[in-house]
């Protein structure tokens, strides 16, 4: 079955720096990458999704690119801020049996 | 609003005492998912359903049930909780027919067995 690791598991960034989130999978089948952010006592939420068929997508100070032939996408986050500290998860879906798989989470700390 | 409830949102039970936990969604989506959160392990899906009276196996199924009897309920059921299904629990919805597959999470459920 799919398997998605993710690094680093912890991150701190200085204010205004970049960070980047990489995640690998294991399934070529694959082919939905959701990125959800979780802030403290809260549930996930969407930041930013790509499709196996693009290679890129912006939204903002928000980036994640996909490399379908090496199996990796990575999170990019520029200029961060403080309330970029949160907690982020990859994700890994086959669209057509609907069953994800999350990596393990990158706990980012934006320094004031 | 839409939104994703959850109940209760904190439990602590004794093993073996059977317990649900219930959520519903207002948004009319036709997926809905139940994941428990570990440190260290991220999210892990338990069970998820495509529609009215289809369940599928996630990656974690043992020792939990679901029943999806309405399009707006899915709840959790435990028939004999052990401590380690002591955990934090996020139920999912996410529409299908309209090519979105954004999950949104209900706020969670902290539950401990003793």
């Known amino acids: 079955g799919e398997n998605v690791e993710q690094h680093p598991s912890t991150l701190s960034v200085q204010e205004g720096d970049s960070a980047v989130i990489k995640c690998t999978y294991s399934d070529s089948a694959s082919n939905y990458f959701p990125w959800y952010k979780q802030e403290l006592g809260k549930g996930p939420q969407l930041i930013i999704d790509?499709?196996?068929?693009?290679g890129e997508k912006k939204d903002q100070r928000i980036a994640v690119t996909l490399n379908k032939t090496a199996k990796h996408f990575s999170l990019h986050i520029t200029e961060t801020q403080p309330e970029d500290s949160a907690v982020y998860f990859c994700?890994?879906?086959?669209?057509?049996?609907?069953?994800?798989?999350f990596g393990p989470g990158t706990s980012l700390s934006v320094i004031p | 609003e839409a939104q994703v409830t959850q109940n209760p949102r904190y439990l602590i039970t004794v093993t073996g005492k059977k317990l649900t936990v219930t959520c519903s969604q207002n948004m009319n989506h036709e997926y809905m998912s139940w994941y428990r959160q570990d440190p260290g392990l991220g999210l892990r899906q338990i069970y998820y359903?495509?529609?009215?009276?289809?369940?599928d196996k996630g990656d974690v199924p043992e020792g939990y049930k679901v029943s999806r009897k309405e399009k707006r309920n899915f709840p959790l059921i435990l028939e004999s909780p052990s401590p380690n299904q002591t955990s934090l629990y996020f139920c999912?919805?996410?529409?299908?027919?309209?090519?979105?597959?954004?999950?949104?999470f209900g706020p969670g459920t902290r539950l401990t067995v003793t």
């Open positions: 994700a890994a879906m086959e669209t057509s049996y609907d069953k994800v798989i």
């Open positions: 359903s495509m529609n009215v009276e289809v369940t």
């Open positions: 790509i499709r196996s068929n693009v």
């Open positions: 999912a919805s996410s529409p299908m027919t309209s090519g979105s597959r954004e999950q949104y």
